[in-house]
């Protein structure tokens, strides 16, 4: 199954990024920062940006490990003052892989990766509200947090899932690979996706619903946002 679905989607015209896509201020609101816009027409199915799909920048386990008990220890108290120089440069690298990139498993270990291009500049669609993407009916609103066990399975691919060799091959084309427009997208119109689809156990799966739940009812920014305001 891993093999046949790392060939592609057969029958499926890919956009390339360049004639296709452009990065502007997103119409989320003033808060929102920037998005992901369409230059040309857009059809239903159509996958974009693939010829970038094994380009991503990786933080590979034992790296991501480093950076986010580093992260840790000088938020403590008695280290906040002395490190702060430490602080701000693990900050800005932990909100760079945070805000941008996603989690999955590479050698049985959670890693981070970040798109290259300017898809990740795609912005998350509220309430199911998202025009690209691999389809599904649940969001951040409809998901059952209390009853939930495991991931569900429209996005539990590359996270929650036993070690693959064919995955840990193939890796950088397989998360970027997923994805196609769910309707058509007119130039000019914003392009959105689903963040649940972005993390990789079920912890982080919660964490992500409750966040983007803050975010969809204005009652939080996302972490780039939040990151930007505060830099001086």
Avoid at 8 to 15: A, C, F, Q, R, T
Avoid at 102 to 119: C, D, K, P, R
Wanted: hydrophobic residues 35%; proline residues 3%.
């Amino acid at each position: 199954d891993e093999c046949d679905w790392l060939i592609g989607h057969d029958g499926i015209d890919n956009l390339p990024a360049s004639e296709y896509l452009k990065v502007g201020k997103s119409g989320l609101g003033d808060s929102a920062g920037r998005g992901l816009f369409a230059t040309k027409d857009l059809p239903k199915g159509s996958a974009i940006a693939h010829e970038g799909s094994s380009l991503s920048f990786h933080f590979p386990p034992l790296t991501w490990s480093v950076i986010d008990k580093l992260r840790k220890w000088v938020r403590k108290d008695e280290n906040y003052e002395e490190l702060l120089f430490v602080k701000d440069k693990i900050s800005s690298v932990y909100t760079y892989a945070e805000g941008y990139g996603y989690g999955a498993a590479f050698l049985g270990e959670s890693n981070m990766a970040v798109e290259s291009g300017i898809m990740l500049f795609m912005n998350h669609g509220c309430n199911g509200t998202n025009n690209y993407g691999e389809g599904t009916e649940l969001n951040e609103m409809s998901v059952d947090l209390e009853s939930i066990t495991e991931v569900p399975e429209e996005f539990a691919y590359g996270g929650n899932v036993p070690y693959s060799p064919v995955f840990d091959r193939n890796w950088r084309h397989a998360l970027n690979l997923g994805g196609y427009t769910l309707r058509d997208v007119k130039a000019g119109d914003e392009l959105f996706t689903t963040y649940l689809s972005l993390v990789g156990n079920l912890k982080d799966f919660k964490e992500e619903v409750m966040t983007l739940r803050r975010q969809c009812t204005g009652e939080g920014v996302g972490i780039i946002a939040q990151y930007e305001s505060e830099s001086p």
